[in-house]
């Protein structure tokens, strides 16, 4: 069975350029998250999807970060403009629709802003 | 959320058992303990949950206290793959937010 998909596992641009991450959960998971992990930090959840719904985005910096889920399967998370601070490894997760099933990571992007 | 410490970096020699202890002095009664390690450049890897009593599973066995503040991950005979940052979260019932910490990074020995 295939894992969490990501890609580019890497990106490299200049501030002020847009950039977007691409996700592909594990089939038949309906519930999709988005992490932001600092170097040496553990990961911090962005956004949470429930199929098509974002039902926890309060953690989004919603001036410049965006993101979304068509069809509730694959999702897409913007940033627009890329500031310095926001270089670091972007995860996808998903799982099951029970609150207590586990979390299947992607390998994540690493993004460089310079 | 019940916040949880850990040691920030443990050793462990090839072949023995890695014993990871976890702090969660403030935890309630219906969070969870979650253990996750992440192995460098790849996500987080779940590894094993439980809420009051033990647990074991063929990744490793978890040690709950009884009064529940604090938690011991065992890795029964840590290989070098096992090297990795191990993160204990405690997660309330019912919701899906996961607080994860700095972790342990713990390296196995040849």
């Known amino acids: 069975e295939a894992g969490v998909v990501q890609s580019p596992r890497y990106k490299i641009i200049e501030k002020k350029q847009p950039v977007a991450f691409w996700c592909n959960p594990i089939?038949?998971?309906?519930?999709l998250y988005w992490y932001l992990q600092n170097l040496g930090q553990g990961p911090e959840l962005l956004i949470r999807?429930?199929?098509?719904?974002?039902?926890?985005d309060s953690q989004l910096p919603k001036d410049r970060f965006s993101a979304e889920r068509l069809k509730g399967v694959d999702s897409t998370l913007k940033i627009q403009p890329a500031e310095l601070g926001d270089s670091a490894v972007y995860l996808c997760?998903?799982?099951?629709?029970?609150?207590?099933?586990?979390?299947?990571f992607g390998p994540g992007t690493r993004l460089t802003v310079l | 959320d019940a916040k949880t410490t850990q040691p920030p970096s443990m050793d462990c020699a090839e072949g023995r058992a890695a014993n990871l202890p976890c702090n969660h002095s403030t935890i309630s009664g219906n969070e969870y303990v979650y253990w996750y390690r992440q192995i460098h450049s790849q996500g987080p890897q779940y590894i094993i949950h439980?809420?009051?009593n033990n647990e074991t599973n063929e990744m490793a066995s978890l040690i709950i206290t009884e009064d529940r503040k604090s938690s011991t991950l065992i890795l029964p005979h840590a290989t070098l793959r096992d090297t990795a940052v191990y993160y204990c979260?405690?997660?309330?019932?019912?919701?899906?937010?996961?607080?994860f910490g700095t972790g342990t990074r713990l390296k196995v020995l040849a």
């Open positions: 089939s038949g998971h309906n519930t």
């Open positions: 999807y429930e199929n098509e719904e974002a039902v926890d």
């Open positions: 439980g809420l009051k």
């Open positions: 997760a998903s799982s099951l629709g029970d609150s207590r099933s586990e979390q299947f």
């Open positions: 979260i405690v997660r309330v019932g019912g919701t899906y937010k996961y607080i």
